[in-house]
């Protein structure tokens, strides 16, 4: 791949993204979207009012528009990308394309029906080791980012994540009360497995992600274990690299 990183911590920095979104064209992170298509019909009306966080030079907002999702809302940090995908889809009425970051999403309370993300989060934990602990930075990035996805869906509304993660790891992340959503999951992919984690908004965790919050918080009271990321091994694709 032309455009993997000398470390792949720099999956993290903007300048990064907005250099290879100079010559890029295009780049579905978990497959393109008719993969998963048959998934996102279940739980994203045509007139949802929808928010896609990251989405960079994907393919997913377009042919989305084309399969009649008309009310489309585009975030990325990368000032390239969020200007290149704009003039690609000028003629597209109803999608908008904005630079925000996920943790500042400056939107009004209840904006949307749907907020959807396709390895953005994965791309934010590029550095975790272990699946069983994520390090005190991630989780408050994390934390930040899923506290405005949660102020900004209507009651009812949904969160869908895509992503590599399995269950067992990334509902430890999801699962938390305060975020007011019950989590399910789904998934998708032949030979490798990708999933859909669909979180709804005004509906409480299931008694067993309920415990599990329960389980996690408990385990968080002794004082917090500092984690020290090794360096990952260079000419590696992140999502490679990343267990959570």
């Known amino acids: 791949m032309d455009h993997l990183p000398d470390n792949n911590s720099r999956y993290k920095d903007v300048e990064y993204w907005d250099e290879r979104y100079k010559t890029e ?3 579905d992170w978990l ?3 008719s993969k998963f298509q048959h998934l996102l019909e279940k739980f994203v009306q045509k007139e949802d009012s929808i928010l896609i966080l990251g989405c960079g030079n994907s393919s997913m907002s377009g042919d989305m528009y084309n399969a009649g999702y008309r009310a489309i809302t585009n975030v990325d940090y ?4 969020i200007s290149t995908m704009s003039e690609r889809y000028s003629n597209c009425p109803g999608m908008t394309w904005h630079q925000m970051d996920v943790r500042q999403l400056s939107f009004p309370d209840a904006s949307f029906d749907v907020v959807l993300e396709k390895a953005t ?6 550095e975790e080791k272990t699946p069983w602990e994520v390090s005190p930075q991630t989780a408050c990035f994390i934390h930040q980012a899923l506290t405005e996805i949660s102020r900004c869906l209507k009651p009812g509304g949904r969160f869908i994540s895509v992503t590599f993660a399995q269950p067992f790891f ?3 992340l999801y699962a938390r009360a305060e975020y007011d959503w019950s989590i399910k999951h789904h998934s998708y992919g032949e030979g490798f497995e990708y999933f859909v984690y669909v979180m709804t908004k005004g509906e409480e965790l299931s008694p067993e992600d309920a415990a599990l919050e329960k389980q996690l918080l408990e385990e968080t009271k002794p004082t917090p274990t500092s984690i020290t990321t090794p360096e ?13």
């Open 25 to 27: 064209q295009c780049y």
């Open 31 to 33: 497959g393109s979207f």
């Open 78 to 81: 990368s000032s390239v990308c």
């Open 121 to 126: 989060l994965d791309a934010i934990m590029v």
């Open 170 to 172: 990334r509902k430890r």
């Open 232 to 244: 990952h091994e260079d000419k590696e694709d992140f999502l490679s690299n990343i267990d959570v």
